[in-house]
């Protein structure tokens, strides 16, 4: 279309050089240097849509590599990471380990589930690149009550206070993405808390839409740092002795955008982080929402729990 175009101009120009009566013209010299640059610049149009399609290929290449790499890296790495974990455990059982080695093995295991983090966070962002959301309705109350209970058993010098968890939260949405969102925070709140103190995590529903909101007393991060904390690979600048390959936050930014909702942090230095979700409800029928799990149950395991009167 564009060479046509080039061609189409070419020809008038030639016509009106060869009209007698445009003979002397003055403007005929113009039209003639425009028609030019305007051939110019049709034949760089043209070299641009070719180099934009050749890099269009190749990002969709880059990205089936990409995908395929990561598929294989967690297919290798699984399996020897199972070897390794089951044989600390079975070092665990063993009645004649010294009892000095026992840190160590723990070391072990930390480390090894570390690894299976990272290729999770990575599936799971092969995961979103490929495919959308499955929103199916589910309580959400009750997956943030399992959650912090699955956490909390492993971090005994924090505390955890729960609001808003005692009665059902239903909304649709992917259970398995979201849960990737509200572990990452929960954990982190643990992870940049390294001396404990209290973790409280507050459920409110407003017309509309229903609000997380997780809260610590650690390190926290500078405004700088903040405005930056969702980007992919960014990590803080004060969180350098800290395991992490600043990818959680960005997928659950993206997680997050994929449900139409919204998350944001507040944070000071030394005065802890507040990171705030925010999700669409719609009304759900009753039976296809799951059980809420007692908040009891949380007790059970050593967690106290604060709930707020209705």
Not at 17 to 44: C, M, S, V, Y
Not at 75 to 98: C, N, V, W, Y
């Amino acid at each position: 279309m564009m060479r046509s175009q080039e061609q189409e101009l070419h020809e008038w120009v030639e016509r009106l050089a060869g009209d007698p009566a445009n003979a002397g013209n003055p403007l005929l010299a113009e039209f003639q240097k425009l028609a030019e640059r305007h051939g110019k610049l049709l034949r760089q149009f043209r070299k641009i849509a070719k180099i934009s399609d050749r890099l269009q290929t190749e990002t969709k290449e880059m990205a089936l590599q990409q995908r395929q790499f990561v598929l294989m890296v967690s297919h290798e790495f699984r399996t020897p990471l199972a070897i390794i974990d089951s044989a600390s455990q079975m070092l665990e059982l063993e009645p004649k380990l010294p009892v000095s080695a026992m840190p160590r093995v723990g070391k072990i295991r930390n480390a090894v589930q570390r690894m299976l983090h990272l290729i999770e966070r990575c599936l799971t962002n092969d995961r979103l690149g490929t495919a959308a959301a499955r929103p199916i309705a589910f309580d959400l109350a009750a997956m943030l009550t399992a959650l912090v209970g699955e956490i909390g058993a492993a971090a005994g010098e924090h505390r955890f206070e729960l609001h808003g968890l005692d009665r059902p939260a239903p909304i649709p949405g992917d259970r398995d993405l979201l849960a990737v969102v509200f572990s990452n925070l929960l954990e982190n709140a643990v992870k940049y808390s390294p001396n404990g103190g209290t973790i409280r995590l507050d459920l409110s529903t407003g017309e509309g839409h229903v609000t997380v909101r997780i809260t610590d007393q650690g390190i926290g991060v500078n405004a700088a740092d903040a405005a930056r904390l969702f980007d992919k690979y960014f990590r803080a600048s004060n969180a350098a002795g800290t395991t992490g390959a600043g990818l959680g936050l960005h997928l659950a930014r993206c997680i997050v955008d994929s449900h139409g909702g919204g998350i944001s942090v507040a944070s000071e230095p030394d005065r802890g982080s507040a990171f705030t979700v925010r999700l669409p409800v719609t009304k759900v029928e009753p039976p296809v929402v799951a059980k809420a799990v007692p908040v009891t149950a949380i007790a059970m395991a050593g967690i106290p729990v604060t709930e707020e009167s209705s």
